[in-house]
């Protein structure tokens, strides 16, 4: 079965940095786009990044486009988010999710919080 495990998350300060993974199991997770995708407390939910399948392509929201970096391993099945100049309003529930066409993401991680506080 489809199985997405991020790891990585916690109490950063503003301005810090963190690299969250997520561990991609049964599928072929190099022929796959993913994503990353937040929860703020009380808000839904916002699309943050994109790479396609060999990790050529990557796109991102305005909102973390310049201080975030989504990279993969198709080696290790694992998708990456390098979090750097992090700000409390990143703070968040962060989902991988596999991409799925047309016009959408099929599976989700359980999701880690990442708080960004002093």
């Known amino acids: 079965q489809v199985q997405l495990v991020e790891s990585g998350g916690g109490l950063v300060q503003p301005g810090g940095s963190l690299r969250l993974s997520c561990a991609a199991s049964g599928f072929t997770f190099s022929s796959h786009a993913m994503n990353w995708v937040r929860q703020a407390p009380g808000k839904g939910l916002e699309w943050v990044s994109l790479?396609?399948?060999?990790?050529?392509?990557?796109y991102y929201a305005d909102s973390v486009k310049g201080r975030f970096t989504i990279s993969r391993d198709n080696a290790k099945n694992t998708l990456y988010l390098q979090m750097n100049s992090l700000k409390p309003e990143d703070t968040a529930v962060y989902y991988c999710?596999?991409?799925?066409?047309?016009?959408?993401?099929?599976?989700w991680g359980k999701g880690t919080l990442i708080t960004v506080s002093s």
């Open positions: 790479i396609n399948s060999g990790g050529e392509g990557t």
């Open positions: 999710a596999k991409h799925y066409g047309p016009g959408g993401m099929d599976y």
